[in-house]
């Protein structure tokens, strides 16, 4: 079995799409910017296309909000979508540009 070891190279922030946040994942967002969840609700989040939730905001290039200099600046909080990419989902073409390291591990 393969699994893939992010290298931080902040590729798969840059891709368009929505981030689906919990409650919890916002709290711990919000406390990692030293800010209220209201106020991390407010500046880096948006309603989903469904209606039903909320979405990390992207600029005008479809890159997350919250990427700074190619590095996710709540890495010790991000979202579980985020935490799970490219081991348990994947988009077309993620290959292309993803520089995750594949493991061999032990089943």
Known sequence: MIKYECERCGKCCQWPGEVVISEKEIKAMAEDLDISPYDFTQKYTQLRSSRNGL????????????LENNSCSVHSSKPQQCKDFPNKWRFKGW???????PKKIKQ
Not at 95 to 101: G, N, P, S, Y
């Open 95 to 101: 290959r292309q540009i993803c520089e995750a390291t």
């Open 55 to 66: 979405t990390l905001k992207q600029d005008e290039k479809g890159s997350c909000v919250l």
